[in-house]
């Protein structure tokens, strides 16, 4: 969730007016002796109320069900709070489909609860879609909060260490290994407990930008225990690595396991990890008919030559992977892999799903 900040000269009054008129709740103060900012949650918004030498207002838009429709409310500051009562529908931006290889590194920026994020998918198809790979570098308890997301489709998968989480109806806390996954659909409240040093993940959700909610009515675990709820018309996943099946995947030097998603989410989307079972032989050409594909590489490497279709890539463009490296493919690229070493492992996301064949010459 991110965080607006209200700078104003009479930080009582503020705090006052958010909490006794608007009905918000205090989480933080900083520091405790002569308050500088204080950090407030109202429905689904967060905000540093902020005390400065001058008042700069802002407009808020907050989703919350205890107050009117349509009312708007004005702060000591000149800041205007304007409340609605829905549950907006997840608005998809129109996608601008870009080929682009994302090359490993270290460029982490700081986003929620202290977790480091770098962008794999930098021009995010106009909004439609986002690739972060998130850090924990010094491991141990998380900063995290029972929350939840309105989004159209979002997963994360540990590419490296443990994490501890628990999600909603799904029983108690559980252990994340690298290789594991989980599909998080829409809405299903959760939190990040703790983690190794050197977490990473990969997240990849749709659309781009999209509300992150706080929960302060339920506390998880839950009581109940129910793998088969529907969340928007799809079910939680957990797959665990070290109990998936392994299968030949559209070429005898490559094999693959099948994490879930594309049953559990009706087809609308679809996740594999593809790694070497053999040396390339002969040219193993792909294509896709869908409207996302996304890849990034776990260990290994690997040439890619794109082919391209149109005016998507330049044909021919070859380019060895490695490991954390990505690569998002346009619906209709052509594209091959070759010269892969013996670890090669990649992480593959289809929306929908299974819209990746050969393409036979």
């Given at each position: 969730?991110l965080?607006?900040i ?6 009582d009054a503020?705090v006052?007016?958010f909490?006794?008129?608007?009905g918000?709740?205090?989480e ?11 950090t407030?949650?109202l ?7 902020r ?6 207002p ?6 919350d069900?205890?107050?009117t429709?349509?009312?708007?409310r004005?702060a000591?500051?000149?800041?205007e ?12 931006p129109?996608?601008?489909p870009?080929m682009s ?9 700081l ?12 021009d995010r ?15 141990g ?14 997963m ?6 443990w994490?501890?989480?628990v ?6 806390p559980?252990r994340?290994h690298?290789g ?25 959700g ?8 706080v929960e ?7 009581g ?20 998936a099946?392994?299968?030949p995947?559209?070429?005898d ?13 009706n087809?609308?989307?679809?996740a594999?990890?593809v ?24 260990a290994?490497s ?7 279709a149109?005016?998507?890539g330049?044909?021919g ?17 052509r594209?091959?892999?070759s010269g892969?070493t013996?670890?090669f492992?990649y992480?593959?996301?289809t929306?929908?799903?299974a ?7």
């Amino acid at each position: 969730m991110l965080t607006t900040i209200v700078p104003c000269v009479d930080l009582d009054a503020m705090v006052a007016f958010f909490v006794d008129e608007c009905g918000a709740r205090i989480e933080s103060i900083s520091p405790a002796d002569a308050p500088r900012d204080i950090t407030i949650t109202l429905g689904n918004a967060s905000i540093c109320v902020r005390r400065a030498d001058r008042d700069e207002p802002v407009r808020l838009l907050v989703s919350d069900g205890t107050i009117t429709e349509g009312v708007t409310r004005t702060a000591p500051n000149g800041t205007e709070v304007e409340f609605r009562n829905d549950a907006p529908d997840v608005v998809v931006p129109a996608a601008v489909p870009s080929m682009s290889i994302v090359r490993a590194g270290s460029d982490f920026g700081l986003g929620r609860a202290g977790m480091g994020y770098r962008d794999l998918l930098p021009d995010r198809w106009g909004g439609a879609f986002i690739a972060s790979h998130i850090l924990i570098a010094d491991g141990g308890d998380v900063a995290d909060y029972v929350h939840f997301h309105r989004v159209r489709f979002q997963m994360i998968f540990c590419a490296r260490g443990w994490v501890d989480v628990v999600y909603e109806d799904q029983g108690e806390p559980f252990r994340m290994h690298a290789g594991d996954c989980v599909l998080q659909p829409p809405e299903i409240r959760h939190r990040v407990l703790r983690s190794s040093p050197g977490l990473e993940v990969i997240e990849i959700g749709c659309p781009a930008v999209h509300d992150t909610l706080v929960e302060h009515d339920i506390t998880l675990p839950t009581g109940c225990v129910d793998p088969d709820r529907e969340f928007a018309g799809q079910r939680f996943v957990r797959h665990v690595a070290a109990d998936a099946a392994v299968v030949p995947y559209l070429h005898d030097g490559l094999a693959a396991r099948d994490l879930g998603i594309g049953d559990a989410t009706n087809g609308l989307a679809g996740a594999l990890v593809v790694g070497a079972a053999g040396p390339p032989v002969g040219r193993l050409l792909l294509t896709h008919s869908g409207e996302f594909a996304f890849a990034v590489v776990l260990a290994g490497s690997a040439v890619i030559t794109i082919d391209g279709a149109g005016e998507v890539g330049d044909p021919g463009a070859t380019s060895r992977l490695d490991a954390r490296d990505a690569i998002a493919l346009p619906p209709g690229a052509r594209w091959a892999w070759s010269g892969w070493t013996e670890d090669f492992e990649y992480l593959q996301v289809t929306l929908p799903d299974a819209t990746i064949r050969r393409v036979w010459e």
